[in-house]
């Protein structure tokens, strides 16, 4: 199929001359077309520019193209969202209602809240219904203008569990619009019976889950929750290094809670991502930024878990390439809307309008090790387009709080139009 998108007020390309993630001022030059088009073949992106441009330059794709109008719309890249832990039994609710009215953290837990709630439940849970769920969820993702997500495990705790985590992913990878990239999260916590043998448990995820993972080619991406209470920073380099060792790339979970060197590890281990870095030192910031380790902010789970958000405005300053992603899990960011997650950036982190696109396309994309191929609108690429109901991308984040999404283009496909998702399958 050919596509031909026209008369659109404003393409956003996030097209630079620099190749990698987007740092300092880079952030802000999103490369803003006015009265522009794209022209798509297939599942590319062929040209963008003036209309008259590509009539001139491809007259025969041009005529037998089908036409789509964004007359007074606004046309940009996909969104990629790139920190989730998308497969997952049960809901917490009961828990936001405990936090509303007084209870710590602690008392949650010693209620039978917290994580391992979400794991005893992720256990019971068949393939089919951890499936069919997730497809639910990956609709919403997709009318919200996502086109790309990562889905960590973390949720078993055992490898059964986190096999079939990501296997669930893996096989809605192969069936759903979506892109879907795996994360092995097998350090996502230490389960109750290691509780006093922490160290056994890291050999566990070393020598029996990891080979496992890497041999069935179930995730590219090796991350761990390197927090006080959870796993060292000598723990979690050891995690991170034997992933390394098979060919996963390393992320962490770093300083959420309490200041850990968790930043500083992901600089030293050379994590292709930080995620979180709420209370992230100021020498971590640094070495983040000389050895260009992405950070991954996550503002949903601060506003949500009403705690300090990251220091997003500093880490831009400093040179860091930044990200932000909704962190959609069930215990501290229940959300699939990354555009809501967008204007919390812009509130609370001090992140511009222009950044906070960036964020959530080219940087994105680079923090799943794919911005060769997704993020901007450039020939060549991917063909993830959104087309969205605002005049201006000025007025993405100024009428908050909404899903502005009217059409989204997938690999090529229109998969939503007018808000509506027409599929959530592939056509096989």
């Avoid at 089908?66 to 832990?85: N, Q, R």
């Avoid at 990956?138 to 009318?143: A, G, I, N, S, Y």
């Avoid at 096989?171 to 795996?182: C, P, R, Y």
Wanted: overall charge negative.
């Amino acid at each position: 199929m050919t596509i031909l998108i026209k008369n659109a007020n404003e393409v956003i390309t996030l097209k630079s001359a620099e190749q990698g993630p987007r740092t300092k001022e880079q952030m802000r030059e999103i490369a803003v077309l006015e009265n522009g088009s794209v022209l798509m073949e297939g599942n590319s992106i062929i040209a963008v520019g003036p209309i008259a441009q590509l009539e001139a330059d491809f007259p025969k794709l041009v005529k037998a193209a089908e036409v789509i109008d964004a007359s007074g719309k606004v046309v940009m890249p996909g969104l990629v969202d790139c920190h989730t832990h998308l497969v997952h039994g049960g809901t917490r609710e009961q828990e936001f209602n405990m936090r509303l009215n007084g209870a710590t953290y602690m008392e949650i837990m010693n209620a039978g809240g917290g994580i391992h709630a979400t794991t005893n439940r992720t256990r019971e849970t068949s393939f089919g219904d951890l499936y069919r769920k997730t497809m639910n969820h990956l609709d919403v993702f997709l009318k919200h203008g996502v086109t790309t997500v990562e889905a960590k495990s973390g949720y078993g705790l055992d490898w059964e569990t986190e096999k079939k985590q990501l296997e669930v992913a893996k096989e809605l990878q192969a069936t759903h619009d979506i892109d879907v990239v795996s994360t092995f999260m097998g350090a996502h916590a230490v389960p109750r019976d290691y509780k006093g043998r922490e160290d056994e448990f890291v050999d566990v995820v070393i020598h029996d889950m990891l080979p496992k993972v890497a041999e069935l080619k179930l995730a590219e991406f090796n991350d761990v929750f390197c927090e006080k209470g959870v796993f060292t920073p000598e723990q979690s380099q050891r995690i991170l290094e034997a992933g390394k060792a098979l060919g996963l790339t390393p992320k962490i979970h770093a300083d959420e809670i309490e200041p850990y060197k968790g930043a500083e590890l992901a600089a030293e281990v050379g994590a292709i991502s930080a995620e979180h870095l709420l209370v992230a030192s100021d020498e971590g910031i640094q070495k983040m930024a000389e050895a260009g380790t992405i950070a991954v902010l996550l503002p949903g789970t601060a506003f949500f878990l009403r705690a300090p958000f990251a220091r997003g405005r500093l880490m831009i300053d400093e040179g860091v390439p930044v990200a932000i992603s909704t962190d959609f899990n069930p215990g501290s960011s229940p959300t699939m809307s990354l555009p809501f997650i967008m204007n919390l950036a812009c509130m609370h982190m001090g992140m511009t309008l222009e950044e906070v696109l960036t964020a959530t396309t080219i940087n994105a994309a680079y923090a799943l090790n794919r911005g060769h191929q997704i993020g901007s609108l450039e020939a060549g690429k991917q063909a993830d387009v959104i087309i969205l109901d605002v005049a201006n991308y000025k007025q993405l984040q100024y009428f908050y709080g909404m899903n502005h999404t009217n059409t989204v283009i997938k690999n090529g496909r229109v998969v939503v139009q007018d808000g509506i998702l027409l599929t959530n399958q592939l056509v096989n």
